[in-house]
């Protein structure tokens, strides 16, 4: 069965669906993440990987990633003998590496922030015919 969907129909796998929702929001699925699969896609896939993912911004946002981890510690560590909630501590310690790694500033409202990434997620997560895009 893994052979069929990853080798005979890899491209029928790797199409996603034309949603109107991800026209709106994401350039008309000119996005690497809604993109379809061909040389387009292949183009922004080499540009993410070498502008975005190479070694040299990877290794310059090493700080960032030190400093949110180190208060994702010294947040557990402050509350001792209690259950935590690791989902959320790591949503947290990403939005905000995500952040501070984008805008170069730790955003004030993370919780505001978390809360408009929970419904965008919860949006495109769900599925409504009316959605797809039959013309």
């Known amino acids: 069965m ?3 969907v990853l080798k005979v129909h ?3 796998f790797a ?3 034309k949603l109107v ?4 929001i994401f350039y008309r699925q000119k996005d690497i993440f809604f993109a379809k699969y ?4 292949k183009q922004m896939r080499k540009i993410c990987i070498s502008e975005l993912l190479g070694a040299k911004m990877v290794k310059s946002f090493s700080l960032i990633r030190q400093d949110e981890v180190h208060d994702l510690v010294a947040s557990i560590r ?11 501590k790591v949503l947290r310690l990403t939005s905000s590496a995500i952040c501070r790694s984008a805008f170069g500033k730790v955003w004030d409202d993370r919780d505001y922030l978390l809360m408009i990434m929970r419904e965008v ?3 495109l997560g769900g599925f409504d015919v009316s959605f797809l ?3």
């Open 10 to 12: 890899d491209l029928s």
């Open 78 to 88: 402050s509350t001792p003998n209690v259950v935590v909630n690791m989902s959320e």
């Open 15 to 17: 199409a996603r669906p």
């Open 121 to 123: 997620l919860a949006l």
């Open 38 to 41: 061909g040389d387009y896609w």
């Open 133 to 135: 895009d039959i013309t």
């Open 21 to 24: 929702t991800s026209d709106i």
């Open 2 to 4: 893994a052979k069929q």
